[in-house]
């Protein structure tokens, strides 16, 4: 029997610096590979898997996201990170607790992701309350690789050598969060945020997970990527896309 979790967060502040012109002028999440923009292919994968509500925390051209939503008859809202260009991901997703209820989980995803419906599927489906997704082997040149002990979070880190002999898979930017866990990681990342808000939510996830485990689940062959900068855009253009939506039919 899987979880029923109605709401997601989307991390949506980022700069998108990498991608030079195409980062100044719109989010990633509004980048175009198909028809609609991959954060639009988001939205429409979230509601075939059951989500009823979207929460996306955006920063920069934050206008370009209050517009998507005033479009989405109520399904996604808005939450702006104000200091986005100080502050990392961790903190964006600390300030989605000002829209999600005490007992609310929630998937969490990142907004310059294309992927496979079943990235969400799986989630949906495993008992767990608590999943962090992962992939075999992309060769993407960018991967973040996850260590794991007895099946839950050790550590992340795109240097292999940084992490232990215990490396599952990659991490591909897709989880479920239950509130229980949500509240441990605010927590833990209070205290990071003592030294500066500049905190990804990989970091603060991983110091949550010393008290708090952390299920992670691999998915071997999932088609996904992530896209900051042109080589990933080329890349998930020409390599992945297409395996994203031969998944779909």
Same mark, same amino acid.
């Given at each position: 029997?899987?979880?029923?979790?109605?709401?997601?967060? %989307? *991390?949506?502040? &980022?700069?998108?610096?990498?991608?030079?012109?195409?980062?100044? /002028?719109?989010?990633? $999440?509004? +980048?175009?590979?198909?028809?609609?923009?991959?954060?639009?292919?988001?939205?429409?994968?979230?509601?075939?898997?059951?989500?009823?509500?979207?929460?996306?925390?955006?920063?920069?051209?934050?206008?370009?996201?209050?517009?998507?939503?005033?479009?989405?008859?109520?399904?996604?809202?808005?939450?702006?990170?104000?200091?986005?260009?100080?502050?990392?991901?961790?903190?964006?997703?600390?300030?989605?607790?000002?829209?999600?209820?005490?007992?609310?989980?929630?998937?969490?995803?990142?907004?310059?992701?294309?992927?496979?419906?079943?990235?969400?599927?799986?989630?949906?489906?495993?008992?767990?309350?608590?999943? %962090? *997704?992962?992939? &075999?082997?992309?060769?993407?040149?960018?991967?973040?690789?996850? /260590?794991?002990?007895? $099946?839950? +979070?050790?550590?992340?880190?795109?240097?292999?050598?940084?992490?232990?002999?215990?490396?599952?898979?990659?991490?591909?930017?897709?989880?479920?969060?239950?509130?229980?866990?949500?509240?441990?990681?605010?927590?833990?990342?209070?205290?990071?945020?003592?030294?500066?808000?500049?905190?990804?939510?990989?970091?603060?996830?991983?110091?949550?997970?010393?008290?708090?485990?952390?299920?992670?689940?691999?998915?071997?062959?999932?088609?996904?990527?992530?896209?900051?900068?042109?080589?990933?855009?080329?890349?998930?253009?020409?390599?992945?896309?297409?395996?994203?939506?031969?998944?779909?039919?």
């Amino acid at each position: 029997m899987g979880t029923n979790v109605g709401t997601a967060v %989307i *991390l949506a502040a &980022g700069m998108g610096t990498r991608l030079k012109d195409m980062g100044r /002028e719109a989010p990633k $999440g509004f +980048l175009r590979l198909g028809a609609k923009t991959i954060i639009e292919e988001s939205l429409d994968k979230l509601r075939c898997c059951g989500a009823r509500r979207v929460i996306l925390v955006s920063g920069h051209l934050s206008g370009m996201y209050d517009e998507l939503a005033a479009e989405t008859d109520g399904f996604a809202v808005t939450i702006k990170n104000e200091v986005f260009a100080a502050s990392g991901s961790g903190y964006s997703l600390y300030l989605a607790r000002r829209l999600l209820a005490p007992d609310e989980d929630f998937f969490l995803l990142e907004s310059d992701l294309i992927y496979e419906r079943r990235a969400l599927e799986v989630l949906r489906e495993d008992p767990r309350p608590d999943i %962090i *997704l992962l992939s &075999g082997k992309t060769s993407s040149g960018d991967e973040v690789y996850v /260590e794991t002990r007895g $099946g839950n +979070l050790v550590a992340m880190a795109k240097d292999r050598a940084a992490l232990g002999p215990g490396i599952e898979g990659e991490l591909v930017g897709i989880s479920k969060i239950s509130a229980r866990l949500y509240t441990a990681y605010c927590v833990a990342v209070e205290r990071l945020f003592k030294t500066s808000l500049e905190v990804e939510y990989e970091a603060g996830l991983t110091e949550t997970a010393k008290t708090c485990p952390i299920p992670c689940r691999l998915v071997p062959d999932l088609a996904w990527a992530e896209i900051d900068d042109e080589r990933h855009l080329a890349r998930a253009r020409e390599l992945v896309y297409a395996k994203t939506i031969e998944a779909e039919i």
